[in-house]
């Protein structure tokens, strides 16, 4: 059941990943250099109020002002950013002559700092760029320093907002980090249900990238080592945040999962996700977490061998299975996962009532088609109302 050969065999593809990588325990501490290679005087630093409160902020930016750059925090950004707290970072940025951005924090203080080092060079509304590859004009030097891992930020080039009540994204390699800083031990301090949540995110990120139709061989390779990794650690790092190689296993699952989905885009998960998220106040990995294991079940007749490879990344016991038996074992080890990390498993559980489910069907196909159009099973809405039943039913 290892991943076969056949599935690229005709097909031609590119992989590109344009950010470096500095990785490892207290790497943060190379932030002065790295800033240093850019030569910059001013810098614009984006984070969040929660992030800053911790005294990580603070503590990173020290070194920067103690060795003469000059340093003005954005401490704004708030968990599942609207488009007004990006342009309010734009408006910071576009004020003085900033010739470096860095970005610290989860994926939204990650995602604005993007957005600003791209709007600092390039003219107009935010709301101008959302789409792909709008991005025309070279953004600021990009910095990025992740403190919370799942959403693959720190080496993707998507930006996500809330616009109204729809989540939209802006996403052109333009957008790409520069250099991500990624050092576990600044995530030591994030709270289980977070950890749980965007560890979720990065799961969903690795089998979204391995179901895809656009998938191949690379992002394979790196979805599956992702899985691996958060089977391995994300029950270790939610049940005792101090435990570093749970940490460090969690961020590399983190990235890895980011330049597959970078490559291979995401498909159903993430687009069913995003039509409840908003309305109910879920974490982002969270929303994942409610419709993963589903849409695996719904994507299995077409791409059971995948699901199979799964399975044996997990490290689940499949000798002897046919494809289709291993692929149920790994749905079945993801809905585990998930209830073992708490976070919530049916859509009457977050409180969506029953008849607001054909509105979500409806926003599915009106505003996620990318997300549709690169799922291996074409959905219809008749299979899609059947499948939010499933969600709301727990079924
Ligand atoms: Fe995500």
Known sequence: MEVKLQHFLFKTYSYYTPTRIVFGVHSSKKLVEEVSKFSPKKVFVVSGKTVRSLGIVDELCKPLEEAGFSVTVFSQVEPEPSIDTARKAVLAVRSEGFDLVIGIGGGSSMDVAKIAAALAKNPGDVSEYVGAYKVKEKRLPLI??????????????????????VKVALWSFN????????????????????????????????????????????????????????????????????????????????ALAGMAFTNAGLCLPHGIAYTYAVDYKLAHGASCALCLPYVMEYNLPT?????????????????????????????????????????????????????????????????????????????TKEDMEKLYEAMWEEL
Not at 149 to 164: I, Y
């Open 175 to 254: 957008l790409n980090a520069d250099v991500s800083i990624i050092d576990p031990v600044l995530s030591i301090t994030v709270p289980p249900k977070t950890t749980a949540a965007s560890g979720i995110d990065a799961l969903s990120h690795a089998i979204e990238s391995l179901m895809s139709v656009e998938a191949n061989n690379f992002t394979d390779a790196l979805a599956l080592e992702a899985i691996g990794l958060v089977f391995t650690y994300l029950e270790r790092a939610y049940a005792n945040g101090e435990d570093i190689e749970a940490r460090y296993g969690v961020a590399l699952a983190s």
């Open 144 to 165: 990025l320093v992740p403190t919370v891992f799942g959403t693959g930020s720190e080496v993707s080039p998507a930006a996500v907002v809330v616009d109204g009540r």
């Open 303 to 379: 791409v059971p061998e995948k699901l199979a490879s799964a399975a044996l990344a997990m490290g689940l016991d499949v000798a002897g299975f046919s494809s289709k038996e291993a692929a149920v074992e790994a749905i079945g080890a993801v809905r585990e996962l998930i209830e073992s990390l708490e976070l919530p498993t049916s859509l009457s559980d977050v409180g969506v009532p029953k008849e607001e489910l054909p509105k979500m069907v409806e926003d599915l196909f009106t505003n996620q088609q990318r997300f549709i159009a690169r799922n291996p099973r074409k959905p």
